[in-house]
Every structure is written in structure tokens, then in C-alpha cells.
């Protein structure tokens, strides 16, 4: 049953991460393009979370490993775009800084991910 469980937890924090994620191999200019979107999708997957996952703590420590996953994503994806010279505008680095993506990350997590759509 461990083993089960494990599996069930990696797989929702994969859903609520993943469209995030997977954004972040695109590249640079197709993951700007689609954060905002994106943003919105994670927002809704972690009030899915919230909303099948009745403890309150288990809810928690599952988005906090899929808001983790995004972090790490991200870092990786501006590590290597700033390593291939990812430039916008007048020589300014066009990615997030790493103190402004914790901050959006945290500010998803407080406000409970907002709603999910109807039907869902």
C-alpha cells in the first residue's frame, strides 16, 4: 500500500506541476508566451488538490512538492536560457529572478489556488 500511496502523491503533484514544467523545455520565448495560461492551469490544479484532498496537511504538503517541482523548473529553465544569452528588449534578462518566482509561487500557495472551474 506504500508504495501505492507514493505513486498516487507523485502523480498529483506531477498534474498540478507539469503544465508548468513542460512549459519551461519550450525555450524562452514559447514558455513567455504561455506563463500567464500556465500560471492560471496551476492555480487550478492546486484548488483541485485542495478540494479533493480533504486534510488539510496532506493538501499542503502536496502543493508545496508540486510549487517545489515548478521552482526547480524554473531555475533550470533561466540557468540555461541565461547561458544562451535569452535577451529582451534593451539588453535586459527577460526572465523572473529567483527572490520574484518564490514570491508568485507563494503567493499562489496563500491564496488556495483559487477555484476551480465548474464541473470539475
Known amino acids: 500500500i506504500d508504495q501505492d500511496l507514493k505513486h498516487a ?3 498529483v503533484i506531477s498534474a498540478a506541476s507539469e503544465p508548468l514544467c513542460s ?13 500567464p ?3 492560471r492551469d496551476l492555480r487550478v490544479s492546486i484548488a483541485r488538490v485542495r478540494l479533493y484532498v480533504p486534510d488539510v496537511r496532506t ?4 502543493v508545496q512538492h508540486a510549487l517545489d517541482r515548478v521552482e526547480d523548473s524554473y531555475s533550470a529553465f533561466s540557468l540555461a536560457a541565461r547561458q544562451v ?10 526572465l523572473m529572478d529567483d527572490r520574484l518566482l ?7 500557495h496563500e491564496d488556495g489556488g483559487g477555484s476551480p472551474p465548474a464541473g470539475t
Open 9 to 11: 502523491c507523485e502523480s
Open 23 to 35: 512549459a519551461h523545455r519550450c525555450g524562452p520565448s514559447r514558455a513567455d508566451q504561455r506563463q
Open 37 to 39: 495560461q500556465k500560471l
Open 59 to 62: 493538501a499542503g504538503v502536496l
Open 85 to 94: 544569452g535569452a535577451r529582451a528588449g534593451k539588453g535586459q534578462d527577460c
Open 102 to 108: 518564490k514570491q508568485l509561487l507563494q503567493d499562489v
